[in-house]
């Protein structure tokens, strides 16, 4: 297991590359079961999101599978056109392994400091994160790999914020 947080760190550091990620369809489940752990976390040590009369009934997990939807849909499509859809598995499971990875080290520093505003940077390391993974995969350029990047998170963004109403 340590071999895997190594090589998203790794991808988040731009050394890596999504295709040196394991591309087994239960591997990319397990993820998706972290990544909403780690979710239900974040809304519990939200400000206000831990109370008295709060509890987990109130946790709402139809916003991060409705991102995750998106994400992967928006990735296999854009896959699909470059002719490289045999690549999803692994470039799925390198984003939402980055993105869960970067996401549990901006809690944690979230946590430490209480200073919300420095949930910024790790926002833009994901995005530019993203775009390196898409870039690699894709075999486009890191502009447009960005750019795709950016639209993806974008629209899961909007189907996540509808889903939260």
């Not at 731009?14 to 752990?37: C, K, M, W």
């Not at 854009?78 to 999803?88: D, K």
């Not at 775009?131 to 960005?146: K, N, P, S």
């Not at 750019?147 to 914020?161: F, H, N, R």
Request: proline share 4%; hydrophobic share 60%; no cysteine.
């Amino acid at each position: 297991m340590l071999a895997v947080v190594q090589l998203f760190w790794n991808i988040a550091l731009f050394r890596d590359g999504p295709e040196n990620a394991p591309s087994h369809p239960y591997f990319i489940v397990l993820l998706v079961a972290l990544q909403t752990v780690l979710t239900v976390i974040t809304q519990l040590l939200a400000p206000g999101g831990m109370s008295e009369s709060s509890s987990l009934s109130e946790v709402q997990l139809q916003p991060i599978f409705g991102a995750l939807a998106v994400t992967a849909l928006m990735t296999w499509g854009a896959l699909r056109i470059s002719g490289l859809h045999r690549r999803f598995y692994q470039t799925f499971a390198s984003m939402t392994g980055v993105d869960l990875l970067l996401g549990t080290l901006m809690l944690i520093v979230l946590q430490l400091t209480g200073i919300t505003l420095i949930a910024f940077p790790f926002l833009l390391w994901s995005l530019a994160a993203a775009g390196f993974i898409l870039h690699r995969a894709m075999g486009v350029d890191m502009t447009r790999a960005v750019g795709i990047a950016l639209l993806i998170a974008i629209a899961s963004y909007t189907v996540s914020s509808a889903l939260a109403t």
